[in-house]
C-alpha cells in the first residue's frame, strides 16, 4: 500500500514537473551575451510590450562564446561579440544578415560607430557599447600617477594587481609595452610578448573576468587590467579610483549584436535589438553597465559629468593611438598556442 | 590519560576544520553587508533575494528534475542490467563489469568531454535531455554494482523452481526476485539520486541553452566574486540536508525495531 | 528470453553512450586540427603534449595530488583510529557528523574557502587580532591543496576507518599479551591489515584530486594551471578538441593504470573499503 502511494506520488511529481516545462506557443527568445552586460530589468519591459519571453546565458571571453556557437549544441538568436569576432564570424559564415530597415531605432546610432571596418555595411551586426582597455586603480594605495603598462611589470606591486583572464586582452598588454602592434602576424613578436607575460606571472595576483569588480572594491586587489566599463561602475561609486589610458596605446573595442546562423526567432531578434536602441532602454543598460553608448538618443540622458572622462567619453586626443583589434585569420592558432603555454606555465 | 585528551583534541581539531567553511557560510548568510567579512548588523534579506533570483530558482527545478528523472530510469536499467550479468557466461560477464566500471573509474572531466563530443557528434541540441541522458550514463553503473551481490547472496534455484510451478518469468522475476534484491535497488537508486543532484563536471560539459543545475549556478556565481545570497543557499542547504539525515536514521531505527 | 533482453538494453546502452564517445575522443585525438595542413592519422597532439610546458602541467598536476593524497592520509589515518576505537553509541554519531560537510554541494563548500581566505577574508580578519598585517593566502598554490585536502580527506578516512573496525581485536590483544607494547602492536599488525584501506583510500583521493579543474579554477585564479584546467582550455575556450583530446586520452590512461596497480596492491579487499562510503 505504501508502495503504492511513493508510486504515485512520484509519477505526479514527473508530471507536473513536464507540464511544467511544457512550451506553448510563446517565443523565446535565446540571448547570449557578456556577463554582468545589460539590465536584466528591461527583460520584463519588453516582455510585457511583446509577449516574447527572454533566455539569457552569459560567457566570459569572445572566445568562450565563439567556441560555444562553433561547435552547435546550442541555438541562440542574439549574441553580442566583439569586433574582431564579428570580423571572424563574418569570415566563416556563422552570422545571419541583419534587416536594417525592421530596425527603425538604428537612426538613433551615431554615425561614427557605423559602417567601422569589420562590418563595412553594417550587414551584420548593430553597435551596443563601446570602451577602452587601461588600468583602474585605488589611489588609497597607490599613490603614483600611473600612465603606462610598465607598472605590470614593476616587483613593488607584486601581488597588487590583476590582468583579464582573456587571451587578446592580456597579449595585447605585452605587445604594446613592447610597442608592436596588437594585431601582429610576426611570430617572434608574439614570442617575445609570450616571454613577457611569463616573465610578469610571479607578480600577477591572478587572471579573473566578471568578479574584478568586488575584488577592487573590497581591496582585495589595488590595481587591475580592465575594461573601461568596469571602471566606470567602480568609480562612479568610489572616487579614490583612478582609470589610467596607457600612453604606449591600448585597445578601443566595439561590442555589436548580431544574430546568429540558423537562429529561430528572426523577426523577434530584430524586435529585441530595435528594443536594445531605444533612448530609454540603451540609457537604462548604460547605466547599469557603466560602458560608452553608440547611442546619439541615450547619450543625451547620459550625466554630463562622465563626458571628457578617461573611463567613460574619453577625448579624442587621448586615445588616438589605440587600435582596434582584427581578426588574425588562421594566425589565430598562434595566439591561442602562445596563451596556452602563458597559462600552463 | 594524557593520549585520551590528545585524542578529544585531534577530534575536535579535526571536526572544526571539516565545519569551519559552514559555519562561516551559515554566519554571514544573515550578515547586512554586499561584500566584505565585516559584521554590519543582523538581516533575513539574502534569503529573500534568493528566493526572487530566477536563476538559482529555475537551477534548483533542473537539479530536481534531472536527479528524479535519471535516477528512476538507472534503476530501471540497472537493476534489469545487473539481472542480465549475473546469468551471462564468465568471460562475458567479466567484459560488461569491466566496460560497466568505466565511468565509475574515469575522470568526470573525461566523461563530460566524451559525452559532450558523442551529442555535439550527432548534432543534438545541449541542454535537458543531454544532461538526464548524461546523469543516467554515470549513475546506471552504480545501480548494477549495489544490485549485483544482492543477486548473487540469492540462492540459483529460485527462479527456476518458480518457473516449475508454472510461473511467468516476469511474474517469477516481480515475485520472486524483486523481493530479494529491493534493498540493494533502493541503495543504488539513492546513490544515482545523490551522485546527481551533487554533480558538477559532467553536467557542465553536457548542458546548454540556459539549462543549469545548481552546482553550476553556484560555480558561475562564486566566479562572479562574492555574492550573500550562496551564503542563504548553503545555509538552507546544510539544514536540508541534516533534516533529511536524521529523518533517514529515525527510520533505520524503526525498521530495525 | 527475459534475461537476453534485460541485459541487451543495458549493452546497446553502454555502447552507445560509454564506449563510442571514448572511441570517438580517441579518434579526434589522432587526427590533426583542420586548417594545420596535416591530414588523416597523425600523433602531432601528442607529440605536443610531449613538450616541455606540458609536461611541467601534468608534473605539476601529479605533484600537486601526490602532496594532497600524503596530507589527507597524515591528517586521516589518526582520525580513522580514533572513529574506528569510539564506544559504539557515540562512534554512529561521529561517523555521521564526519559525512554531512560531504552531503554539501562541493562546490559550496569550494566557495566558502573563497570568503574565507581573501584578503579581507576571515582569516586575515582573525590575525590582525593579533596585529598581522593581512596576508595573501588566497591565489596560490597553497590554497588549492587545502581546498584539494578539505574535499578528499572523507575518501581516505573512510575506507581506513571500515578496515579497522573489522580488524580481529583478538589478534590486537594476543600481541599485547605476548608482550608487544603499543608501538609495535601498530607497527606489525594494526598497520599492515590495515593497508587495503590505505590503498582504496590514496586512489580515492588521487583520482578527483590529479583531474580536477573546478577547485583550481575558483582557488587561483586562473593562475596555477593543472591538467584538468589544461582540457577544460582546450574544449571550452581554445576550441581544439583534438589536443584536448589526447590530453584527455592520456589522463584516461594514466588513471586507469594507477588504479588497476592500486588494485592488484589492495587485493581485492580495496573493493570493500571502497563500498565503505556508501
Not at chain 1, 519588453?46 to 561547435?71: R, S
Not at chain 2, 550562496?230 to 539525515?245: D, S
Not at chain 3, 590554497?143 to 580527506?153: I, K, Q, R
Amino acid at each position: 500500500m505504501k508502495k503504492s502511494i511513493v508510486v504515485v506520488l512520484m509519477i505526479a511529481l514527473i508530471a507536473t514537473m513536464f507540464v511544467g516545462c511544457k512550451k506553448d506557443d510563446q517565443v523565446v527568445l535565446n540571448v547570449y551575451n557578456w556577463g554582468d552586460y545589460i539590465d536584466d530589468s528591461i527583460f520584463a519591459t519588453f516582455e510585457d510590450e511583446t509577449g516574447i519571453k527572454i533566455n539569457y546565458e552569459t560567457f566570459a571571453t569572445n572566445e568562450e562564446m565563439y567556441t560555444k556557437l562553433k561547435k552547435g549544441g546550442t541555438q541562440f538568436d542574439i549574441a553580442i561579440p566583439s569586433d574582431y569576432m564579428i570580423e571572424k564570424m563574418i569570415k566563416e559564415d556563422m552570422l545571419e544578415k541583419v534587416d536594417l530597415s525592421k530596425i527603425p531605432n538604428y537612426a538613433n546610432i551615431d554615425e561614427q560607430f557605423k559602417n567601422l571596418d569589420f562590418d563595412p555595411n553594417n550587414e551584420y551586426s548593430v553597435p551596443y557599447f563601446w570602451g577602452t582597455v587601461g588600468i583602474i586603480y585605488n589611489t588609497k594605495l597607490i599613490s603614483e600617477d600611473i600612465d603606462s603598462w610598465n607598472v605590470l611589470w614593476d616587483e613593488k606591486y607584486k601581488g597588487m594587481f590583476t590582468m583579464v583572464d582573456s587571451q587578446r586582452d592580456s597579449i595585447m598588454v605585452a605587445l604594446k609595452k613592447l610597442g608592436y602592434s596588437m594585431n601582429t602576424k610576426d611570430v617572434a613578436q608574439l614570442e617575445e610578448a609570450k616571454q613577457l607575460l611569463i616573465e610578469q606571472k610571479p607578480l600577477v595576483l591572478a587572471y579573473v573576468g566578471d568578479n574584478v569588480k568586488d575584488m577592487l572594491i573590497s581591496e582585495e586587489t589595488a590595481m587591475a587590467v580592465v575594461w573601461s566599463g568596469e571602471a566606470s561602475t567602480v568609480i562612479q561609486d568610489y572616487d579614490y579610483f583612478k582609470y589610467a589610458l596607457p600612453k604606449e596605446g591600448s585597445n578601443k573595442w566595439f561590442d555589436n549584436i548580431v544574430i546568429p546562423k540558423g537562429a529561430e526567432h528572426i523577426d523577434a531578434a530584430h524586435q529585441f535589438i530595435d528594443f536594445l536602441c531605444r533612448g530609454d532602454i540603451g540609457f537604462k543598460n548604460a547605466d547599469y553597465v557603466g560602458y560608452s553608448t553608440c547611442n546619439n538618443e541615450t547619450l543625451k540622458l547620459i550625466d554630463p559629468s562622465l563626458i571628457d572622462t578617461t573611463y567613460a567619453y574619453p577625448k579624442k586626443e587621448w586615445i588616438n593611438n589605440f587600435e582596434i583589434f582584427l581578426d588574425p585569420g588562421d594566425f589565430v592558432k598562434e595566439y591561442d598556442r602562445v596563451w596556452t603555454e602563458i597559462k600552463a606555465n | 590519560m594524557v593520549s585520551k585528551w590528545a585524542k578529544r583534541f585531534y577530534t575536535i581539531l579535526i571536526f572544526a576544520f571539516l565545519y569551519a567553511p559552514i559555519v562561516v557560510l551559515m554566519v554571514f548568510s544573515f550578515n547586512d553587508s554586499k561584500n566584505t567579512a565585516k559584521w554590519e548588523g543582523f538581516t533575513f534579506r539574502w534569503y529573500q533575494t534568493l528566493s526572487e533570483n530566477s536563476l538559482i530558482m529555475k537551477a534548483l527545478y533542473y537539479t530536481v528534475l534531472v536527479a528524479v528523472v535519471s535516477a528512476l530510469i538507472a534503476v530501471v536499467m540497472g537493476t534489469l542490467a545487473a539481472f542480465g550479468i549475473h546469468y551471462m557466461k564468465t568471460w562475458r560477464q567479466k567484459v560488461v563489469l569491466n566496460i560497466n566500471s568505466i565511468p565509475i573509474l574515469n575522470p568526470d572531466i573525461v566523461t563530460g568531454i566524451s559525452l559532450m563530443t558523442l551529442f555535439v557528434a550527432f548534432k543534438m541540441e545541449l541542454g535537458l535531455v543531454t544532461m538526464i541522458l548524461a546523469h543516467v550514463t554515470f549513475n546506471v553503473p552504480f545501480v548494477v554494482l549495489s544490485v549485483l551481490p544482492k543477486l548473487k547472496q540469492m540462492s540459483g534455484d529460485t527462479l527456476e523452481a518458480a518457473m516449475d510451478l508454472g510461473a511467468t518469468p516476469w511474474y517469477a522475476f516481480r515475485k520472486v526476485i524483486l523481493p530479494e534484491i529491493k534493498p540493494g535497488i533502493i541503495t543504488g537508486g539513492l546513490i544515482a539520486f545523490t551522485l546527481s543532484i551533487d554533480d558538477f563536471v559532467i553536467s557542465y560539459f553536457t548542458t546548454g541553452n540556459g539549462v543549469t543545475n545548481l552546482s553550476i549556478a553556484i560555480y558561475s556565481m562564486a566566479k562572479r566574486g562574492i555574492k550573500p545570497e550562496i551564503n542563504a543557499l548553503a545555509t538552507l542547504m546544510f539544514v536540508f540536508v541534516l533534516v533529511m539525515l536524521i529523518l533517514i536514521n529515525k527510520r533505520t531505527k524503526i525498521e530495525e525495531i | 528470453m527475459l534475461r537476453k533482453i534485460s541485459s541487451s538494453s543495458y549493452l546497446v546502452w553502454s555502447l552507445l553512450f560509454i564506449i563510442i564517445p571514448i572511441v570517438m575522443v580517441g579518434f579526434l585525438s589522432f587526427t590533426p586540427v583542420e586548417g594545420s595542413g596535416h591530414t588523416g592519422f597523425s600523433l602531432e597532439n601528442y607529440k605536443r603534449f610531449m613538450e616541455p610546458i606540458y609536461l611541467k602541467v601534468l608534473l605539476r598536476s601529479v605533484e600537486i595530488a601526490f602532496k594532497a593524497t600524503f596530507i589527507c592520509f597524515l591528517v586521516g589515518y589518526p582520525m580513522a583510529m580514533i572513529l574506528a576505537k569510539m564506544d559504539n553509541r557515540i562512534r554512529n554519531l561521529a561517523v555521521m557528523l564526519f559525512v554531512v560537510p560531504m552531503w554539501m554541494n562541493f562546490l559550496l563548500r569550494t566557495y566558502a574557502w573563497m570568503t574565507i581566505l581573501g584578503k579581507n577574508g576571515i582569516l586575515n580578519k582573525f590575525l590582525s587580532l593579533f596585529h598581522v598585517e593581512p596576508l595573501t593566502f588566497l591565489y596560490s598554490e597553497g590554497a588549492v591543496l587545502l581546498g584539494m585536502v578539505y574535499n578528499f580527506l572523507p575518501f581516505m578516512v573512510l575506507p581506513i576507518y571500515t578496515v579497522l573496525t573489522k580488524m580481529d581485536n583478538n589478534l590486537i590483544e594476543a600481541a599485547e599479551d605476548l608482550g608487544g607494547n603499543k608501538i609495535t602492536v601498530f607497527r606489525k599488525i594494526i598497520f599492515p591489515l590495515s593497508l587495503p584501506g590505505v590503498v582504496s583510500g590514496f586512489s580515492m583521493v588521487f583520482m578527483p584530486a590529479v583531474s580536477t579543474f573546478v577547485i583550481t579554477n575558483l582557488l587561483s585564479g586562473g593562475q596555477y594551471m593543472l591538467i584538468g584546467n589544461l582540457i577544460e582550455q582546450q574544449f571550452l575556450v581554445v576550441n581544439d578538441w583534438h589536443f584536448g583530446s589526447a590530453i584527455s586520452m592520456f589522463l584516461m590512461v594514466l588513471i586507469l593504470l594507477t588504479m588497476s596497480v592500486m588494485n592488484r596492491l589492495g587485493a581485492g579487499i580495496g573493493e570493500e573499503g571502497s563500498a565503505g562510503i556508501w
